[in-house]
């Protein structure tokens, strides 16, 4: 039963995006875990999940996935993140929604990814990190 079946069940939120851009920083932040985080790609290389209450009482299951360039799995940890948002994990559903984490300082590389997610048809939200290492960089973001 999907979640606008039953509004009461767990939201499934999939977090997705390139190595190093600040997906397990967001996933510890939204959980009060304690991943390890480093500056430096191969960090997470496996599923991670924690989970937190909304302010409206439900429960909210987040996905730490592993850094990925594209669904076109090249590597262990890119065919578990393709996994996951196909819905072909064993024992899983499809997320509910993918929260598409980019980096500001490399826009380009990480939007190649963000419409490949797209397609899949899956709500999504792209959420833009690393914005103050961006404009330090002299790279200037219109927001709008």
Same mark, same amino acid.
């Given at each position: 039963?999907?979640?606008?079946?039953?509004?009461?069940?767990?939201?499934?939120?999939?977090?997705?995006?390139?190595?190093?851009?600040?997906?397990?920083?967001?996933?510890?932040?939204?959980?009060?875990?304690?991943?390890?985080?480093?500056?430096?790609?191969?960090?997470?290389?496996?599923?991670?999940?924690?989970?937190?209450?909304?302010?409206?009482? /439900?429960? +909210?299951?987040?996905?730490?996935? *592993? $850094?990925?360039?594209?669904? %076109?799995?090249?590597?262990?940890?890119? &065919?578990? =993140? /393709?996994? +996951?948002?196909?819905?072909?994990? *064993? $024992?899983?559903?499809?997320? %509910?929604?993918?929260?598409?984490?980019? &980096?500001? =300082?490399?826009?380009?590389?990480?939007?190649?990814?963000?419409?490949?997610?797209?397609?899949?048809?899956?709500?999504?939200?792209?959420?833009?990190?690393?914005?103050?290492?961006?404009?330090?960089?002299?790279?200037?973001?219109?927001?709008?």
């Amino acid at each position: 039963m999907s979640v606008a079946q039953n509004p009461t069940a767990a939201l499934r939120i999939a977090l997705v995006g390139n190595p190093n851009c600040g997906k397990t920083a967001l996933f510890n932040r939204l959980t009060g875990s304690r991943q390890k985080v480093a500056n430096y790609a191969g960090v997470t290389v496996e599923r991670k999940e924690g989970q937190f209450v909304s302010p409206g009482g /439900r429960t +909210v299951r987040i996905l730490d996935l *592993p $850094g990925a360039y594209s669904l %076109d799995s090249a590597s262990l940890d890119e &065919a578990i =993140t /393709r996994e +996951v948002c196909l819905g072909q994990r *064993p $024992g899983e559903t499809r997320p %509910d929604l993918i929260v598409s984490v980019v &980096a500001a =300082t490399n826009l380009r590389l990480h939007l190649r990814f963000v419409l490949e997610l797209r397609r899949l048809g899956v709500p999504m939200v792209v959420v833009l990190n690393m914005s103050d290492a961006a404009e330090r960089r002299g790279i200037k973001i219109d927001r709008e």
